[in-house]
């Protein structure tokens, strides 16, 4: 396999992109100066060295390792609300419709609709160990699921709320999923911040 060949592979990992886009990128470096190729790879890097995950939301962020995000960290942040998102783009998005004081969790992808080892594809362990601890110090009142509105965000809207039951009867805090604002089929990352302000106003 060519260098080309070997690249085009590397970019078809990247969501969304197929074969003929992949060859494209490849192709849009070969034709860059070697200054430019040298900083973007200086730059994705830098991005490995920098940027880590809160240990308690996973949210990426430039860091320290171990250390806790803005959020996580900050005082004035509502304890007593978690909001759970499939991922970082989820989160930025809700952020920017500044409509939303309190906590996250970044599950890190939805559950498949058909499977045998949910645990590998999102973080229920970490979820569970997250939420029983903001409970017993915070006194959580609230657990926000924001899924995307398509099959498999339902289906993992289901999947949490059935591996939460015991927590939540226990601790006496509430399940709530977005509401009316979000369409079907809608994806959380690509909705409109007025979109998001009335599915987290009506929320139940």
Known sequence: MNPIEKLTEYFK???????RQAKRFVYFLLHKNPTYVKELGDKVLD????IHQCP????????????LCDVCSNPKTDKS????VEKDADYENIKRSKNYSGMYFILGGLVPIVTKDTPTFVRTK???RNIEKQA???SLKEVIL???LNPQGEHTDMYLREILDTLEKTYKFKIVSLGRGLSTGTELEYSDSETIKNALRNRA
């Not at 990992?13 to 074969?19: C, H, L, R």
């Not at 308690?56 to 250390?67: A, G």
């Open 56 to 67: 308690s939301c996973f949210l990426f962020f430039q860091s320290t390792q171990d250390q």
């Open 13 to 19: 990992e990247f969501p969304g992109i197929g074969e």
């Open 136 to 138: 017993k110090d915070h």
């Open 81 to 84: 609300s978690l909001l759970i």
């Open 146 to 148: 924001a899924l995307s």
């Open 47 to 50: 991005l490995k060295n920098t």
């Open 126 to 128: 970490e979820l569970l």
